[in-house]
């Protein structure tokens, strides 16, 4: 499974990939730091799975999420967000995403939120604990 991450955060860039790998070793990960060098990352390689946040400089998650959409209906997205969930709720209803995992996480939060996503293969893992639901 390839994963990209999409973050403005170079520690979360830094320590996301090395997570990925424990949960699969068939894992590989690239990274980007916003939305606009994630669609340049998506056009020359084959993702499986997005992991975005929300709140990002050049091109922000919900963009970025809504392109993926329009474009690579087959990739997975999991979206993190620093945002309380009323905030967010209103910025990702409009891009078709009903669930995502509020920072900071837990690394099983997350390690369920991607197996989900390997395994069952659908864009809204539900997640436990820190997520919102819509």
């Known amino acids: 499974m ?16 090395a997570f990925c790998t424990t949960i699969s070793k ?15 990352i998506l056009a020359s390689e084959q993702i499986d799975l ?3 946040d929300l709140e990002m400089p050049v091109m922000d998650g ?15 997205i999991i979206v993190m ?3 309380k969930c009323d905030e967010a709720d209103k910025r990702l209803r409009s891009v078709g995403i009903s669930q995502y995992i509020e920072k900071p ?7 369920r939120g991607i197996q989900s996503a390997f395994k069952k293969g659908y864009d809204n893992p539900v997640f436990e604990g820190t997520s919102c639901s819509l």
């Open 2 to 17: 390839n994963i990209l991450i999409v973050d403005d955060d170079p520690i979360v860039r830094r320590l996301l990939p």
């Open 26 to 40: 068939e894992c590989t990960s690239l990274t980007a730091q916003n939305g606009e060098e994630a669609l340049k």
């Open 50 to 52: 997005i992991l975005t």
């Open 62 to 76: 919900c963009e970025l999420v809504s392109r993926v959409k329009a474009q690579y209906q087959d990739i997975q």
């Open 81 to 83: 967000t620093g945002l």
């Open 105 to 111: 996480f837990t690394a099983q939060d997350l390690g």
